[in-house]
């Protein structure tokens, strides 16, 4: 690899690295091809990326930034996991993952400024997701109207229980 490739996949993982969400370092040393192959697609399904770079290339896109830290997980053969969307997203998917693959390890992490260790993706991966944290909020927006509809309801519906209950007694008397 010449002087010129090195310079650009530098900063194509300088862009990909200020994009995205979230970054899962793992160590893929003994998978399969049909394994890292499904991992893939798993990934994408969750507009996920995963991407193998040369450490020294990786360590040089960090230099000088907050994810420089990070530079102490790239020991070893390592597959960046970038997280478009959802910051939980790629931490999950690892963890799953290398619950059933003992040869797939989840070195470490970075997660909105912070370098994370292995603990620390996997308490990531616990964080709600996108679509989760937009049902929590359309729920927080609807409840107010909700629970004005219940309680403009309920004078009616009180009134008719009364009424009925009334019927019945006079149908017991009479």
Do not use: H
């Not at 893929?28 to 996920?48: D, H, I, M, N, S």
């Not at 260790?117 to 937009?134: H, I, N, T, W």
């Not at 107010?144 to 019927?167: I, M």
């Amino acid at each position: 690899m010449n002087r010129d490739e090195k310079a650009q996949q530098i900063a194509e993982l300088k862009e990909k690295l200020q994009k995205s969400a979230a970054i899962v370092l793992a160590d893929y040393r003994g998978l399969t091809v049909p394994a890292v192959t499904a991992l893939r697609e798993e990934f994408r399904k969750q507009q996920c990326e995963y991407k193998i770079y040369k450490n020294t290339l990786v360590k040089l896109a960090i230099k000088g930034t907050p994810m420089e830290k990070m530079g102490k997980y790239l020991e070893g053969p390592t597959a960046l996991i970038y997280s478009w969307d959802s910051p939980s997203a790629a931490a999950k998917i690892a963890r799953e993952f290398a619950k059933g693959n003992e040869k797939f390890k989840v070195k470490g992490g970075y997660l909105e400024g912070n370098v994370l260790d292995e603990k620390g993706v996997s308490a990531s991966a616990d964080m709600p997701g996108k679509d989760e944290l937009r049902a929590t909020l359309l729920a927080t927006f609807v409840a107010p109207a909700t629970n004005l509809v219940r309680t403009l309801n309920a004078g009616a519906q009180n009134f008719a229980f009364v009424v009925d209950a009334r019927k019945r007694q006079l149908e017991a008397q009479g």
